[in-house]
Structure formats: C-alpha cells, structure tokens
C-alpha cells in the first residue's frame, strides 16, 4: 500500500494493539478470571481487530485490504458489545468501560476511513 509501508505504521493498527493490551490487563482482573467464556470470547475479538488489520495490509490489494478491514470493524464491534457485558455484571467499573468503549469506537471510526480512502 502507498500510504505506509507497514502494518505497524497505521494507526488503527497501533489504537488497536493498545486497545487488547487493555483487554488482557482487565481480563486478569478476579470476575473475569472466574468466566473463561466472556474472557476468551473478549480477547478474541480483540486479537482479531489488530489480526486482521495487519492480514490486509499483507495481501497487497486493495479489494482485499478492504475486506479484511471490514472483519476488523466487525471484531470492534463485538468488542464493544462484551464490553457492556463486563460492566452488567460488574466485572468493569464505569470509567473502564467508558475509556475502553471511546477507545473501539475510535478505532472503529479510523477504520472506517481507510475503508473509505481505498475504496
């Protein structure tokens, strides 16, 4: 791709690979050490927002760049969607889950401009 040479260089890339640090950090936390469905569930779908970000940028084509983009934001989605999940059942307090929610959304919003600048 002509806009960067990496996949380390985008920043959706980089918002997300901060987005499952923080995953994994308030995953380690007691309640969700208890639920290994939701904890799972929730990393996933975080590794697969920076996962297939980087896969896209990979294959070198647009259309397929594109694509990949789509399954990212579908992953951000879900984990906005758990994220409420964690705070029903108090895993998370209140600013957690307003900082982490802002933080997919963002990414979320990155990434629907790439979608729009290679399309």
């Known amino acids: 791709m002509a806009f960067a040479e990496r996949f380390e260089d985008l920043i959706a890339w980089q918002k997300s690979r901060e987005l499952t640090r923080a995953v994994y950090e308030i995953t380690n936390q007691p309640g969700f050490t208890r639920d290994h469905?939701?904890?799972?569930?929730?990393?996933?779908?975080?590794?697969?927002?920076?996962?297939?970000?980087?896969?896209?940028?990979?294959?070198?084509?647009?259309?397929?760049?594109?694509?990949?983009?789509?399954?990212?934001?579908?992953?951000?989605a879900e984990v906005r969607s758990q994220l409420y999940i964690a705070y029903d059942v108090g895993y998370i307090d209140q600013i957690r889950f307003d900082e982490l929610h802002a933080l997919a959304e963002e990414i979320s919003k990155i990434t629907s401009g790439l979608i729009a600048s290679i399309s």
């Open 37 to 76: 469905s939701l904890r799972d569930q929730i990393r996933r779908s975080s590794i697969s927002v920076m996962s297939n970000i980087a896969e896209g940028f990979d294959r070198k084509t647009r259309k397929e760049f594109r694509q990949f983009l789509v399954y990212a934001k579908g992953s951000c």
